[in-house]
Structure formats: C-alpha cells, structure tokens
C-alpha cells in the first residue's frame, strides 16, 4: 500500500492505485464494488459504515481489513487523519477507438505536470460529458492519490489515455484547437461558434503553454481574453471555461484548413 502510494511504477506493475477519501470509498462501495481490490479500514470506519460494509454484495468481495488509525496514518499521504484506503484497480479502455468514433469532443495535455490541475482537468472534462482525455509524456500521472483527489474519483468514469504522443493521433481526421495565451494571430474563444463533429482541445505546459509542434499542428488557435491586468489564467481555469464553451456548440460542416 506504501508503495502504491509513492509510486508510479509500482502502480503500473500492479495496474492498481490509492484512494484515500471517504466520500469516494462510499461511494465505489455503493457502485463500483467490482473496481475495488482491498479496503483497510480504521474500527471506527467499520462501526460507522457496517451497513455497507457487511451488506450482501453482487459482485465478487473484495478483501476486507482493518487496523488501528495511527496505522493507516502512515500509510497516508495526506496530513488529515482517513478512516479508510482502498486499493483500486486501473480501469482499462480501448486506446484508440475513441479517435475511431464519428462524433467526439476530446482533450489532450501537453507535459501539464501539476497533478491537482490534471485531476481538475479530468473532472471537468468528465462534468461537461467530453469523450476522453488523452495525455502526453511528461504528464503527472493520473493514478497518483492526488490526482485522483482532485479528479473527485472521473478518473474511473471517463476514457483517459496516459503517454500518448501527439504523433500517435495524427492518422484520425481530428481538428485540433489549441488553447494560447499569445493573442496575435489567434482567435477569441467567444468568436468560435461552432465545432466540426471530431474536436479535439490542447492544453499545454503550466510555465511554457503548449509546443511549438502543437500550435503548429492546430487548425485553429485561440484565447481567452483577459484584463490586461492579468496575463494569464491558470491552465485547469482556462480549460474548464474552454470545455464549456465547445461543449454546448452546435457542430459544424467542415473542417477547419490548418
């Protein structure tokens, strides 16, 4: 469990990762048991939630264990006392076939190295009913505790697709829009009116924005304007707007040249 919680590649070795919050450990019990692989618990989280724990299950059990509180502490990473720690199972989704549908609205991060804005982005993501996300080398990885903190558990629900170079998208007919903090030459987001049926988001880099190979491949940049007391927005703000936005356009009939 230590081990899941420090590192990736042991995560990717047992193809499992960490939760630690009680509100998402309730709520796989209640709909997603099958997901869960082992549950430690503290006595007081059994005493508390035994109608769930101990009530008939459909699927498979999982293994169930429990131990004093300032043992869970330790296995933590966070400063907050948990009650609880499961070990969740990796959920597996066909690589490309998302890129293979006719109608798809998706998102790729370009090297976004801060986990809290990666599970913030693959929680609105999830929230504005995107089809799935994909993510470049160089990206946090999205099995870590906090990033499944912050994605508030989407990470099991929508499609999210880890070390993807870009080059491995570019044979489906996507048309790309690239999210820029350099006005010039970009258009407004505001001015975007319609979307072709495959669109897909890019998003780069919290420092250094997206590459010069990804603007480059874009079909369309654009921006969000701002005060010009304010140079930029923080890369999870801009793109749940972004996501928004595109999210409610109608589609359009043709694809933008590059």
Request: charged share 20%; proline share 7%; glycine share 4%.
């Amino acid at each position: 469990m230590r081990a899941l919680v420090r590192d990736k590649f042991s995560r990717d070795q047992e193809r499992c990762f960490i939760v630690n919050t009680t509100k998402l450990i309730l709520e796989l019990l209640r709909r997603k048991q099958d997901q869960i692989d082992s549950l430690l618990v503290t006595p007081d989280f059994l005493t508390k939630h035994q109608d769930i724990l101990l009530a008939p299950r459909i699927v498979q059990p999982f293994r169930l264990y429990h131990c004093p509180q300032a043992t869970l502490d330790r296995l933590s990473d966070t400063s907050t006392a948990q009650e609880a720690l499961a070990i969740v199972k990796q959920p597996t989704w066909p690589r490309l076939d998302s890129a293979k549908r006719p109608s798809l609205l998706t998102v790729y991060l370009d090297s976004v190295q801060d986990p809290t804005n990666v599970g913030t982005l693959i929680r609105s993501a999830a929230g504005f009913g995107l089809d799935a996300v994909w993510l470049s080398p160089g990206c946090a990885d999205v099995f870590s505790p906090k990033v499944v903190r912050a994605s508030a558990g989407t990470i099991l629900t929508i499609p999210t697709f880890r070390d993807v170079d870009f080059s491995a998208l570019a044979p489906f007919p996507l048309s790309c829009f690239a999210a820029d903090s350099n006005p010039q030459g970009a258009t407004p987001l505001s001015a975007i009116t319609r979307r072709p049926a495959k669109t897909m988001l890019m998003f780069g880099n919290e420092s250094q924005g997206l590459s010069d190979r990804l603007l480059l491949a874009a079909n369309v940049r654009f921006y969000i304007p701002l005060q010009e007391a304010v140079e930029s927005l923080n890369v999870a703000s801009a793109a749940a707007i972004s996501l928004h936005h595109f999210s409610t356009l109608p589609l359009a009939d043709v694809l933008p040249g590059r």
